[in-house]
Each structure stands twice: as structure tokens, then as C-alpha cells.
């Protein structure tokens, strides 16, 4: 009873905040999505990734195992993946991207940090980190079949993983005033992420639910098992284990299906991913969260 209690505390917040965003666009009111979304991924979330990085009191080995481990979780995962989509005869540029990367943003963080604290959200930018840059290289190559390095070179959160990961390894400080600012505008990020991620939900169109059930459910499967061989390869931590874990097993996120509508893929098939995964998710993280705690 005490664990169902605890978990229920994690979650509940987290969707509380998704369902405000489903609620308020089904009541009629504006959202403008695309400001909020770029003014969280070039501001806010890039402030929170730098600040939680500068002010870690991780060990810096304890950083690059999960870095690794995250690597190796991610290249299992597209393993997988491309298995699936042959066997299944799917067409890998509509498939391979949603189901290889989760929603570690919008939904990944919010839940490390009320899971695991302030700790686990430290451990969480850093996979939160590799995937995006995966999503933007790799995974951009998967849906349009042409690289975007330079795109990469152009994300904030690139650059405010980088300075982190210097000023850690310098063992910089900021200034108190920097920091609190800093701090004070990373702390936007997650109501905002959850909050758009129930807006995003609420104005999607999904098709194909027989399918998209299917698909993630295996996708669950898949990330779980390949973050948590991951992470007994690489000897994380039981917190720096369920963070990985927690991150990779995330649903497909909503940016999956900008990029299919971006570049011409099947974006209502991926509409129902969305859906579909996000809603399985409900059901699905709690259960996921009571094992790793």
C-alpha cells in the first residue's frame, strides 16, 4: 500500500499538469505551441541541463558510465528496431525514429526529478542530452535521409550540455545571482513541457490504433530490456539504472510527429504512436516505477 501511495504521488503530478493542457485546449482557450515549444527548448530547458550539470554533486565517472550506458542503450534499441520494421514489412522512415526515441523531455524529466529528486534529475539531463542529440542527427537521417549536424550545432541544449560538462570537469562555480537567474528560468521548463505535451495530445488527429497498440507495447519491451542490459553492463547504480531505464521506456514523443509531417512521412500513423503510447503510459510507468524503486 506505502509503494502504491509513493508512486502514485510521482505520477499523479505529472499527468495532473498533461491533463490541464488537454483540458484547456478542449475548452476553446489559445495555446501557441510553437512559441512555447521553442521558448522551452532554447531557454528554459537549456538553463535547467546547465544548471543541473554545474551544480551536480555526482561524481564525474559515475556522468560518463551513464552517458555510455545510455549510448549502448540507445544503439540496442535501434537494433531492435530495425528487426521489427523488417520483419513487419513497415516503412522505416514513418516507424524507426518514434520508435526508438522516447519522451524524455516532456515526460522524462518531470518524472526522474519527482521520483528520484534533485539527483535523479541531474542523471536524467544526461540521457535527456544523448537522446536529443541522437534524435537530431540520427534520427532526422532515419525520417528525411539526410544528416542535420549543423542543426545540431544550432540547439541551445547542445551547447549548455557542453559548457556543463566543461564547468564540471573544470570544477567551475557561477556567480550566486547567475545561478539563481539561471536556475530560477530552468525551473519553467517542466510545468511548461507537461503542460504542452496535454495541448499537443489534445489538437492530434490519430489513426491506425490497432497497429499503434502493437507497436508500443513492443517498443515498451524493447527499451526496457536493452536500458536495463545497459545498465548491468556499464554497473550503474540503482538510481542511475532506473533513470536510464525511466528515460529510454518513455513513450514516443510528440516532435516525432512534427518531423513525419516535416518530411513528408506518415505523420498519422505516428499520430497514433503518440496517442496510443502516451496514454499506455499512464498505466505502464507506474508499474515501471514500483520496480525500480
Do not use: H
Not at 499527468?15 to 522551452?40: C, P, Q
Not at 542511475?240 to 510527429?257: D, E, R, W
Request: some cysteine; aromatic content about 10%; proline content about 4%.
Amino acid at each position: 500500500m506505502t509503494l502504491a501511495l509513493t508512486v502514485l504521488e510521482i505520477v499523479a503530478p505529472v499527468f495532473l499538469l498533461a491533463a490541464i493542457g488537454f483540458g484547456w485546449v478542449k475548452l476553446g482557450f489559445e495555446y501557441r505551441i510553437e512559441f512555447v515549444t521553442r521558448l522551452s527548448m532554447t531557454l528554459a530547458v537549456p538553463c535547467l541541463i546547465f544548471v543541473a550539470l554545474v551544480n551536480t554533486t555526482l561524481d564525474p565517472a559515475a556522468l560518463t558510465a551513464l552517458t555510455l550506458a545510455s549510448l549502448a542503450a540507445y544503439a540496442g534499441v535501434s537494433a531492435a528496431v530495425f528487426a521489427l520494421v523488417w520483419i513487419l514489412r513497415l516503412n522505416i522512415r514513418t516507424f524507426a525514429a518514434p520508435l526508438i526515441f522516447g519522451n524524455t523531455g516532456n515526460l522524462g524529466l518531470p518524472l526522474a526529478l519527482f521520483a528520484f529528486g534533485e539527483v535523479g534529475l541531474e542523471l536524467a539531463v544526461v540521457v535527456f542530452a544523448v537522446m536529443a542529440i541522437l534524435s537530431f542527427t540520427f534520427g532526422i537521417w532515419l525520417v528525411a535521409g539526410a544528416g542535420s549536424f549543423g542543426k545540431v550545432l544550432r540547439e541551445p541544449l547542445v551547447w549548455a550540455t557542453v559548457l556543463g560538462a566543461v564547468f564540471l570537469w573544470q570544477d567551475w562555480s557561477l556567480p550566486l545571482f547567475a545561478n539563481n537567474t539561471l536556475e530560477l528560468i530552468g525551473q519553467m521548463a517542466i510545468p511548461l513541457m507537461l503542460i504542452t505535451l496535454g495541448v499537443a495530445v489534445a489538437r492530434l488527429s490519430p489513426g491506425g490504433f490497432g497497429m499503434a497498440i502493437i507497436l508500443s507495447v513492443v517498443k515498451l519491451a524493447i527499451c526496457v530490456g536493452c536500458a536495463w542490459v545497459a545498465a548491468d553492463l556499464f554497473a550503474l547504480g540503482k538510481v542511475a539504472t532506473g533513470i536510464l531505464v525511466l528515460q529510454v521506456a518513455t513513450p514516443v514523443a510528440v516532435t516525432s510527429y512534427m518531423l513525419a509531417e516535416k518530411y513528408g512521412a506518415d505523420g498519422q500513423s505516428v499520430a497514433g504512436l503518440v496517442v496510443v503510447s502516451t496514454v499506455m503510459s499512464i498505466g505502464a510507468l507506474p508499474l515501471l516505477l514500483a520496480a525500480l524503486l
